[in-house]
T-cell receptor
């Protein structure tokens, strides 16, 4: 069973701090990695994706990927109360026939305290 | 642009009843998915489709059926509802799963009593 693991949290940080969210995956063949944000009672929305080893920055968000360690992380700089949500890590897993599907972790709940 | 539309938003079913959750997308996406999300859990794939007429099972397909007669629509059928099917159901679509965003519908909250 291919798995995506995340710390369930909750993770609590003060406003203005850096929030660090981590994710590990079991399938070395995984190629694409996504971070979704889900507010309570809402549907997930994509905030970052990364395909290559290293860092990818988009505003206050930085995704980091290390395929050798099978590890992907999301850093949120200058955290705001509006960042309080559950963050879902998703990884694409290839399966027979060449089609692919997204496998999600359980999510990490982040609370940013004013 | 409507994106992914799910209906209904809420539903209460009695044990043994059946129903169909509707999902439609207007983005001409090839890939469509049904996920369920239980409290405090991530998303588990029920069924997916890579195009009209092509569907396949995900991680948790038991108790569900799907069809994909058009690119736009991907309904999920629950037969003989059980309390274990109480969950929030999300439909999603993407052009492909590689290097493109998956768009989610607003979800259907289903309770089986």
């Amino acid at each position: 069973q291919k798995e995506v693991e995340q710390n369930s949290g909750p993770l609590s940080v003060p406003e203005g701090a850096i929030a660090s969210l981590n994710c590990t995956y079991s399938d070395r063949g995984s190629q694409s990695f996504f971070w979704y944000r889900q507010y309570s009672g809402k549907s997930p929305e994509l905030i970052m994706f990364i395909y290559s080893n290293g860092d990818k920055e988009d505003g206050r968000f930085t995704a980091q990927l290390n395929k050798a360690s099978q590890y992907v992380s999301l850093l949120i700089r200058d955290s705001q109360p509006s960042d309080s949500a559950t963050y879902l890590c998703a990884v694409n897993n290839p399966f027979q026939g060449g089609s692919e599907k997204l496998v999600f972790g359980k999510g990490t709940k982040l609370t940013v305290n004013p | 642009n409507a994106g992914v539309t799910q209906t209904p938003k809420f539903r209460i079913l009695k044990i043994g009843q059946s129903m169909t959750l509707q999902c439609a997308q207007d983005m001409n996406h090839n890939y469509m998915y049904w996920y369920r999300q239980d409290p405090g859990m991530g998303l588990k794939l029920i069924y997916y489709s890579v195009g009209a007429g092509i569907t396949d099972k995900g991680e948790v397909p038991n108790g569900y059926n799907v069809s994909r007669s058009t690119t736009e629509d991907f309904p999920l059928r629950l037969e003989l509802a059980a309390p274990s099917q109480t969950s929030v159901y999300f439909c999603a679509s993407s052009y492909s799963t590689v290097r493109t965003e998956a768009f989610f519908g607003q979800g259907t909250r289903l309770t089986v009593v």
